[in-house]
């Protein structure tokens, strides 16, 4: 398992934009950040968490669940050991925690976000609340 801080939630209207960060630590020395597939997942209250996007070893391939598909954008940075999800248009159904999530490189999926089941590390969380 890798450590994981995200950081950058807060209180938007709806329209506006956020920058979330997710900084990985803790990696064991035989591995490298771009060992992982790391992916952001949500989790709006009273519902369940799910992968929202995520992102291949190097950041090459990048794939996002419908809800998100053309307002958010993931990205990483190897040499920093960080990802970011650029989170655009906000609408009030975007109100969740925000997870970051890492797993094996293998677990990268072209079609869709990986599972809960796939992850191996998880952030702690930051919330992201958008008013109407």
């Known amino acids: 398992q890798i450590h994981l801080v995200e950081s950058g939630g807060g209180l938007v209207q709806a329209g506006g934009s956020l920058k979330l960060s997710c900084v990985a630590s803790?990696?064991?020395?035989?591995?490298?950040?771009?060992?992982?597939?790391v992916c952001w997942f949500r989790q709006p209250p009273m519902q369940k968490r799910t992968g929202i996007a995520c992102?291949?070893?190097?950041?090459?391939?990048?794939v996002y669940s419908d809800s998100v598909k053309g307002r958010f954008a993931m990205t990483r940075d190897n040499a920093r050991n960080t990802v970011y999800l650029q989170m655009n248009s906000l609408k009030p159904e975007d109100t969740a925690m925000y997870y970051c999530?890492?797993?094996?490189?293998?677990?990268?999926?072209?079609?869709?976000?990986?599972?809960?089941?796939?992850?191996?590390?998880w952030g702690q969380g930051t919330d992201v609340t958008v008013s109407s």
């Open positions: 803790e990696i064991p020395y035989k591995d490298d950040f771009d060992d992982y597939t």
């Open positions: 999530a890492a797993a094996g490189w293998s677990a990268y999926r072209p079609s869709r976000p990986i599972d809960y089941s796939a992850v191996e590390s």
């Open positions: 992102t291949d070893y190097d950041g090459g391939q990048t």
